[in-house]
C-alpha cells in the first residue's frame, strides 16, 4: 500500500510540473500580449480585438480534430509533443516573425499568428488538459491538485513577466520558449498506471466509433453546457483580453500601470493556487452543477464590480475574484463532462462543448468588445457584458442537467 502511494505520489509531481511548465508560458505570453500589442506593435483597441477574434476563429478549426485525435491517441503523446516543440518556437516567432508581418498587413498578420497561438494556446490547452485529466484519473491522483501547478505557474510568470517586460518587451517570448523546453523534457517522465484504465474508459467499454462521437450532438445536454460556456466563460476571456489596458488608465503613468498589474495578477494566481488545493473537495461536497452556476455569478460580480470601481484599490479588489473564479470553472467542468457524459468522450467533449463554444464566440465578441470600448468606454462595455453573463448564469440553473455527484447525493436524501 505504501508502494502504490509512493507512486501516486510520484505520478501527481511529475504531471504537476507539467502543467506548471505549460501555463508558464501561456501566463507569461497572454498577459502582457495585450500591452505589447499596444505598446510595441502599435495596434489600437480596435486592432487587438481583431487578434484575438481571429485566434479564436483559427482555434474553431483546430479544436474539433484535437478533442477526436485526443480521445483516440487516450495515452499516447503525438499530439501533446508537438504541441510544446510548437511552443518551444515563442520567442523567435515574436523577435522576428510577427511584427514584420503586421507591418505588410494588420490583418495579414493576425491571421498568420492566430494560427500558430491558437496551436500552442487555445487549441492546445484543451488537449494538454484533458491529457492530464485522464492520467489523474488512471494514476489514482486528484487532477484539481495537479492543476494547481498551473496558477502556481500563473503567480510566477505574471511576477518575472512584469519586472522584464519593462526592461525588455521580447523577453517573455524568450522566457517562454525556454519553459517549454523544459516541458519538452520532461514529458519523457510521464508514466501511466495501465491496471486502472477503466477509470479513464468506463467499464465494459467499446472502442470509439464515428456514430459514437456525432452521438454527442443529439444530446441536449451538451448544447445547454455550450451554451453556459459562452455565456460565462467566454465573457470571462473577452472581459480580461484588454483588461490591463483599463486597469493602467487608473495610473499616473502606463508603466506603473503594468507594473501594478503584474503585482495584481501574481497575488491573484497565489491565491488561486491556495484555493485550487480545496477545491476538489468542495466541488466534491456541492456537486459540478452547482460550481459552474457560482463561477457565472463571480463572473458577472467581477465585471459589474470592474465598471463601478472608483479607484485602483477597488479595481484591484475586484480583480482578486479571480482567484475564485478559475479554480471553479476548471474543477468543475472537468467533473460535470466525466460525471455526465461518456467517460471516453471526455476530451471531445471539453473541446467541443468547453473550447469549441467559448472560442466561437470570443471570436465573435473579441472584435464587437473591441469596438465598443474605442466607441462606448470600457465602464459602459463592462455593463453590458456582466448583464450577458446574469442573464446566462440564472437560465443554467434551469437547462442544465444535474451531474453524478449531485444525482447520487439526491438519491441517497431519499434513502
Known sequence: MNNTSTKEQKHF????????????????????????????????????????????????????????????????????????????????????VFIPLLDINVIFGAIVASFYLSFVFYAGVGVIESYIERASRANGFEYGRAR?????????????????????????????????????????????NTNHLERVV????????????????????????????????????????????????????????????????????????????????????????????????????????????????ILSLVRLIAAFEMPLLLISIMKYITGSFDMRLSATIYLLAFNFAKQLSIMIFSTVAGTMYTSMGYKNSYFIISAIVLIITIFSIFSLKNDRITVEREAASYK
Not at 166 to 191: C, D, E, Q, R
Not at 215 to 236: D, P, R, V
Not at 290 to 295: D, I, T, Y
Open 202 to 313: 468506463g467499464e465494459n467499454s467499446v472502442p470509439l466509433t464515428k456514430e459514437t462521437i456525432f452521438n454527442i450532438f443529439k444530446i441536449k445536454n451538451f448544447w445547454m453546457l455550450a451554451l453556459f460556456i459562452i455565456g460565462s466563460a467566454c465573457m470571462y476571456d473577452v472581459f480580461d483580453q484588454q483588461f490591463p489596458n483599463y486597469y493602467k488608465t487608473f495610473f499616473d503613468s502606463a508603466s506603473a500601470g503594468t507594473t501594478m498589474f503584474s503585482r495584481l495578477v501574481s497575488l491573484q494566481t497565489g491565491l488561486e493556487a491556495i484555493v485550487m488545493i480545496f477545491m476538489p473537495a468542495l466541488i466534491n461536497k456541492i456537486g459540478a452543477k452547482k460550481g459552474l452556476l457560482l463561477f457565472g455569478l463571480l463572473t458577472f460580480i467581477r465585471i459589474f464590480g470592474s465598471a463601478i470601481a472608483p479607484n485602483a484599490l
Open 148 to 192: 494547481l501547478f498551473g496558477s502556481i505557474a500563473g503567480a510566477t510568470a505574471s511576477l518575472v513577466g512584469g519586472i522584464i517586460f519593462v526592461m525588455n518587451p521580447y523577453s517573455i517570448f524568450w522566457l517562454g520558449s525556454a519553459s517549454a523546453i523544459i516541458l519538452y523534457i520532461l514529458m519523457f517522465t510521464f508514466k501511466i
Open 13 to 96: 509531481w511529475t504531471f504537476g510540473g507539467g502543467f506548471f511548465f505549460y501555463f508558464f508560458v501561456w501566463a507569461i505570453v497572454l498577459t502582457f500580449l495585450p500591452i505589447w500589442l499596444e505598446e510595441q506593435a502599435g495596434l489600437n483597441t480596435s486592432e487587438s480585438g481583431f487578434v484575438f477574434s481571429a485566434m479564436a476563429f483559427v482555434a474553431l478549426i483546430y479544436q474539433p480534430f484535437f478533442g477526436v485525435l485526443s480521445d483516440k491517441l487516450v495515452f499516447k503523446k503525438n499530439l501533446f509533443g508537438t504541441i510544446v516543440v510548437a511552443a518551444m518556437l515563442m520567442g523567435p516567432f515574436f523577435q522576428w
